[in-house]
Structures are given as structure tokens and as C-alpha cells.
């Protein structure tokens, strides 16, 4: 079962705009939520996190928001360059490391 | 600089051959987790451990694939008999149990002919 659902498999915005991605889970035991970043050919890297017990993570040019009563979690890029192209992977777990699971990912495209 | 390191990096065989893959954890992180990236299911869940002791490993087809930790510093993942539906990157990840992220290998492609 899909506990963790990234509906759009890609995203394609220009240099410079902001890129939203979006994440639903259906487990509400989750509680700690996050989002990696993958490059061809490398393994996922971890980007921002962010804890039940608040709603917005900010950091620098990337901020995570969580509603927790729709269940559901957006990344804003803001302002996105061609560099954060890659492939974006929305992560959920209850406690830190624990039965961590992933959703299927979401292409993004920034175009120069 | 600490990382997860897995081994082989590429794998190719033939249908019905056994297929171990390697993880060495980051010295002092207490979780290990196995992923398989698909199309589909992007980053699947196939097992993890904390503290050595397997929790989970009920996204793993439990007649052919089999995870251990024989020690703190390995763990595998062994496929016997490999299938071609069994080819896709598996990725090994660990982390604390008590705060921060994973950390992910580089992954293992396999390919099953």
C-alpha cells in the first residue's frame, strides 16, 4: 500500500519562478516528514525536514509546509534555478528513522 | 567524510542466480534500511533494522529475498533465485534512531537476463 502518494510525476517551471511540489500521506501516525533530492545515478540526498508539532520549515530558498488535518505536504522553490533539477522524493516516518517511506517521486525541470 | 557505501555498484546475471548485495553503514548509526527504486513505486521499502535486529521486512518477497546484519558495519541483501522482474537499483540507507536523516548509498543496479 501507497502510504505516502507524490500524484504528479513531473514539474516543469522556468528559471527563476517558484516550483511547488506536493506530497499526500494517509498514515497519521506519521510525524516526521521530509523531502530528498536524486541526481541521476546517485543516491537520494536528504533537503529539509520538518516535525508534526509545526507547520513550515524554512531554509534558505526551500521551505516545507505541512497541513497536518488534510494530511499533506508541499516544497516551495523559491526562486528555482536550473541546478535544482532532479528528481524530488517526499518521505514520511513515525519518529526519526523509522519504517521511513517514501513516495514515488516527482521529476523536476527548471528551464534556463 | 562519512557515507554509505554499497557494493557492487553494477550487476548483471542470468535468471535464477543468487544475487548478495552489500551495505556498510555509517560508523555509529543505529537504523539500516533496503530500498528497491522502481517506476512505479518509486522508493520501495523491502526491510530495516535497528540495532542490528530486523522490523520490518514485510515489503520483501520472503521466498526469494532474504536481509541481514551479520555485524554493525555490514548488512546484506541476498536475492536466491534472481528473476528479471527483480532488476532495479536497490539502495541502503542509515540513520539514527534518535534524530537527523538518512543517509543513502550510491545503489546497486542490478539487471537479471
Known amino acids: 500500500d501507497q502510504q505516502v502518494k507524490q500524484n504528479s510525476p513531473s514539474l516543469s517551471v522556468q528559471e527563476g519562478r517558484i516550483s511547488i511540489l506536493n506530497c499526500d500521506y494517509t498514515n497519521s501516525m506519521f510525524d516526521y516528514f521530509l523531502w530528498y533530492k536524486k541526481y541521476p545515478a546517485e543516491g537520494p540526498t536528504f533537503l529539509i525536514s520538518?516535525?508534526?508539532?509545526?507547520d513550515k520549515n524554512e531554509d534558505g530558498r526551500f521551505t516545507v509546509f505541512l497541513n497536518k488535518s488534510a494530511k499533506h505536504l508541499s516544497l516551495h522553490i523559491v526562486p528555482s534555478q536550473p541546478g535544482d533539477s532532479a528528481v524530488y522524493f517526499c518521505?514520511?516516518?513515525?519518529?526519526?528513522?523509522?519504517?521511513?517511506?517514501f513516495g514515488a517521486g516527482t521529476r523536476l525541470t527548471v528551464k534556463p | 567524510d562519512a557515507r554509505v557505501t554499497q557494493t557492487p555498484r553494477h550487476k548483471v546475471t542470468e535468471m535464477g542466480q543468487e544475487v548478495t548485495m552489500r551495505c556498510q553503514p555509517i560508523?555509529?548509526?543505529?537504523?539500516v534500511f533496503w530500498y528497491r527504486q522502481t517506476m512505479m513505486q518509486g522508493l520501495e521499502l523491502l526491510a530495516y533494522f535497528r540495532n542490528r535486529a530486523p522490523l520490518d521486512d514485510s515489503g520483501m518477497p520472503k521466498d526469494r529475498f532474504s536481509a541481514e546484519m551479520p555485524d554493525a558495519t555490514l548488512a546484506t541483501l541476498k536475492i536466491q533465485p534472481s528473476e528479471p522482474r527483480d532488476s532495479a537499483v536497490y539502495f541502503c540507507?542509515?540513520?539514527?534512531?534518535?534524530?537527523?536523516?538518512?543517509?543513502f548509498g550510491e545503489g546497486s543496479r542490478l539487471t537479471v537476463l
Open positions: 518521505a514520511a516516518s513515525v519518529g526519526h528513522n523509522n519504517d521511513m517511506r
Open positions: 520538518i516535525s508534526s508539532i509545526k
Open positions: 540507507a542509515s540513520g539514527r534512531s534518535w534524530g537527523g536523516e538518512l543517509f
Open positions: 560508523l555509529g548509526h543505529n537504523t
